[in-house]
């Protein structure tokens, strides 16, 4: 059983459209992250997110994007008006204070 | 600004060989460097990681060599098989519940 499972598994969606990428972390932790990989590309850091706030954001977390636990259990991204270059896979991961990161399966974004 | 360097991006051994993977970082205030493997369509899994403190750390046919004075890092597949074949990222981050720098990833292919 993945200890972080994220939903869809696969979005496609219209340029200019709002999307929420979801993830489930099990177990209780603090620490949650947001990570993005374009095709063929490297993993760049989007924003951590501990004790429900979030702690540091990167230069590519602008306005357009947004995290929430709403219910203390989901953890989702939402981007606003999606652009083509959005088009990515976004990992979920959670932290093992100090010992790494778990890292859910992704979400595949294809904005087209 | 790439915070972490990777290298070579792709390499090809043959089974029962050892793939050999370098990093070099910028950042002194790094102090926790993991290595994450990754199969296609997947997120990426932590492999190993090292902090400063020791020189080398062994895990099964995993091995990281860490070099501070140089600032620089590896990761060593000995007595490689196909099921090693994956990308290959280093990254570093200070502290370990801290975002991330990944490098670029090096793609290993163990030919049979």
């Known amino acids: 059983e993945p200890e972080v499972t994220q939903t869809p598994s696969h979005q496609v969606t219209q340029m200019g459209q709002e999307v929420i990428l979801r993830c489930v972390p099990i177990?209780?932790?603090?620490?949650f992250y947001w990570y993005r990989q374009i095709l063929g590309q490297k993993v760049e850091f989007l924003v951590s997110?501990?004790?429900?706030?979030?702690?540091?954001k990167s230069e590519i977390f602008d306005d357009q994007f947004s995290v929430e636990r709403p219910d203390g259990s989901n953890f989702t991204l939402k981007i606003r008006s999606t652009k083509l270059e959005d088009s990515a896979m976004y990992f979920c991961?959670?932290?093992?204070?100090?010992?790494?990161?778990?890292f859910g399966s992704g979400t595949r974004l294809t904005v087209v | 600004q790439q915070q972490v360097k990777q290298s070579p991006q792709s390499l090809i051994v043959q089974k029962g060989g050892i793939s050999i993977i370098n990093c070099a970082y910028e950042n002194t205030a790094f102090d926790y460097f993991p290595w994450y493997q990754q199969f296609p369509g997947k997120g990426p899994a932590l492999l190993i990681a090292i902090r400063p403190d020791v020189s080398e750390k062994k895990e099964g046919r995993f091995t990281i060599s860490f070099n501070k004075s140089a600032k620089q890092f590896s990761l060593h597949i000995m007595d490689s098989q196909p099921g090693d074949s994956a990308t290959y990222f280093c990254?570093?981050?200070?502290?370990?519940?801290?975002?991330?720098?990944f490098g670029a990833g090096t793609t290993v292919t163990v030919r049979a």
């Open positions: 991961a959670r932290g093992h204070q100090g010992a790494g990161y778990t």
């Open positions: 177990s209780n932790h603090l620490y």
């Open positions: 990254a570093a981050s200070n502290g370990g519940d801290y975002k991330l720098s």
């Open positions: 997110f501990y004790n429900n706030e979030i702690s540091e």
